[in-house]
């Protein structure tokens, strides 16, 4: 399946000009190497800066790829991919990329399962000891078979041997090296895994508590930014450990202990929520035995008021509490809950949290309770978020004074279009937008005057953009272009208000584009010029509708002319019609 679509016109499809060419130098150099056919399935090494691997296979009815590169990996047909795709063209033969259903295809690994089924067993067991001798992969899974086969005891120390080996990082590891180092992690996990198959569930539950720990402390020398390799070894490590425990079945209580040990000081949550996730394993008894060890740890936590200082929070007060909300939701006891989450009333977003718990159980009135508690102790700090709940409330129980008094306090605070947007939004369902509106509005133009006595620092702070903004969002243009010419916008803004005036007022936006294409151009960055090019074929059709076309051709050479040391901006000045 695989002849029938992968071709030289499907590599170039898939790459592009400039990514096939580099493809291309890569075959040429000879980098292309061990390539396999297996089951319709491409696989081959190339080498450069670094060694990566390619895989190319044929499904519904098209090409699928996957490289190791850092550009492979964000899912791109790359340079690789192509020098792989042309190794195994000009190995079947196929210079020019068309099918050859004629011409037989070479296939050498037909040609070694047919030479090894022929030998005999002494030739295969030499060939596979001195294979052993040069490959640390095969030489690791043969001692772990010898060693299971010599009987649990050897297993486990076998296993705890090679895990340490596999996990030592000899130093920092790179993001570039990340993927070599997980993948020896993933065959000790393979490895793990046939412990299941063998019937020995109890060894694996030892050696996939040991490996989880390893592992874990190796993630701090390990840079995974790249693939998460790291984070999926664990998970799968993590499920390995469960399906374990459930055929094994160890004592409850000790697996109880060491799971609350594990959740109450591990860095990564492999055993994230593990009274949920172990309820079948541990039963009635383990599951009494984590409760209580979770218990004895809460009592030892000291409550967080609105006066605690947030650096009194610390990772272990994070973990019990996040392990006592898991008790409290498995429960299903609503004030269970809530009385672990007001343990710590340290921010608004807490009292937050308990309001949206009753609010979430249809109890209003406890809801509207805990949203003015928190509101009142914050309101020297107060979160959008409580005042938002809170109104919310206000609004349902049709006390809309006291809502609307909750958002034109925020858009006060910050009178930018979000709280504009928000004050529309909260005002329409008590029909009071109009009163709003002009109160929002006289506010802006009242906020502008004061600002224009002042020296501006920045568009950033000017409300002037505020108001352009409003304008805009209401689809008030001409309001919008009156406001711009009384402070400071942003070049963004500029070129939002020279797209609304094109249709009607093609003069304003002339002076307004020609001004951020030199900007951009100013930039010197080939992503600047792109942008600088797309402004420039915008301004070509409003000098024809003013009826100036040679005033745009003159334009273009004062362009040419002026930035002709910005090679980049001129090949793409060139390729414009004149």
């Given amino acids: 399946m695989l002849a029938d679509y992968l071709s030289l016109a499907v590599l170039k499809k898939f790459a592009g000009s400039s990514v096939f060419a580099r493809g291309e130098e890569y075959f040429n150099s000879g980098a292309v190497s061990k390539i396999k056919v297996i089951d319709d399935l491409l696989t081959a090494r190339v080498s450069g800066s670094y060694s990566y691997t390619v895989k190319l296979w044929e499904e519904d009815g098209g090409i699928e790829y996957e490289c190791s590169c850092p550009h492979g990996q964000e899912g791109n047909f790359c340079k690789h991919c192509v020098a792989v795709g042309l190794a195994w063209l000009a190995e079947a033969g196929k210079a020019g990329g068309a099918k050859s259903g004629k011409q037989k295809k070479n296939n050498p690994w037909k040609e070694i399962t047919d030479f090894v089924s022929l030998q005999d067993a002494e030739f295969l067991a030499a060939l596979l000891l001195e294979t052993a001798k040069r490959d640390d992969v095969l030489y690791e899974k043969l001692l772990l078979k010898a060693q299971r086969a010599a009987g649990p005891a050897s297993t486990i120390k076998g296993f705890r041997a090679a895990i340490d080996r596999a996990v030592d990082t000899g130093g920092y590891v790179e993001w570039r090296e990340a993927s070599s180092y997980a993948a020896g992690l993933e065959h000790i996990a393979d490895s793990l895994a046939e412990l299941l198959q063998q019937g020995q569930a109890a060894a694996l539950v030892d050696l996939t508590e040991y490996a989880i720990t390893r592992v874990e402390a190796a993630c701090e020398y390990v840079d995974d930014s790249n693939g998460g390799e790291m984070s999926d070894i664990l998970a799968r490590l993590g499920e390995l450990h469960y399906e374990a425990c459930l055929a094994a079945r160890p004592d409850p209580v000790a697996l109880a202990e060491r799971l609350f040990k594990f959740e109450m000081t591990a860095d990564v949550d492999t055993f994230y929520e593990s009274l949920r996730r172990y309820q079948k394993v541990l039963g009635k008894e383990g599951s009494a035995r984590y409760k209580q060890l979770a218990e004895a740890e809460w009592r030892k936590i000291d409550p967080l008021t609105p006066e605690a200082e947030r650096g009194s929070y610390d990772g272990l007060h994070w973990r019990i509490t996040r392990i006592m909300q898991n008790i409290a939701e498995l429960s299903g006891d609503v004030e269970a809950l809530v009385a672990v989450k007001s343990r710590d009333l340290s921010s608004a977003w807490n009292y937050l949290e308990i309001a949206e718990i009753y609010r979430g159980h249809r109890q209003h ?202 090679r980049n901006f001129i090949k793409l000045l060139d390729k414009l019609q004149p």
Wanted: net charge neutral; glycine share 4%.
């Fill in 365 to 566: 009135d406890q809801a509207l309770e805990w949203a003015e508690r928190g509101v009142k102790a914050f309101q020297n700090k107060p979160d959008s978020r409580l005042s938002d709940f809170l109104a919310e409330e206000y609004l349902r129980l049709k006390r809309n004074d006291e809502a609307m008094q909750l958002i034109w306090a925020q858009f006060t605070e910050r009178p930018c279009l979000a709280n504009y947007q928000k004050l529309h939004q909260f005002s329409l369902k008590p029909g009071l937008w109009p009163t709003f509106r002009e109160q929002a509005l006289k506010q802006l133009d009242k906020l502008i005057v004061e600002q224009s006595g002042k020296r501006q620092a920045s568009y950033y702070f000017s409300h002037v953009t505020d108001l352009v903004e409003v304008y805009l969002w209401e689809k008030n243009a001409e309001a919008a272009w009156e406001t711009a010419s009384r402070g400071a916008i942003s070049d963004g803004l500029w070129l939002k208000l020279a797209t609304t005036r094109e249709e009607g007022h093609p003069g304003d936006a002339v002076p307004i584009y020609r001004r951020l294409i030199e900007t951009a151009i100013e930039q010197t960055n080939n992503s600047a010029y792109e942008e600088a090019i797309k402004l420039v074929k915008r301004l070509k059709p409003l000098l024809a509708r003013l009826d100036i076309p040679e005033d745009f051709r003159q334009y273009v050479a004062m362009l040419r002319a002026k930035y002709k040391a910005k």
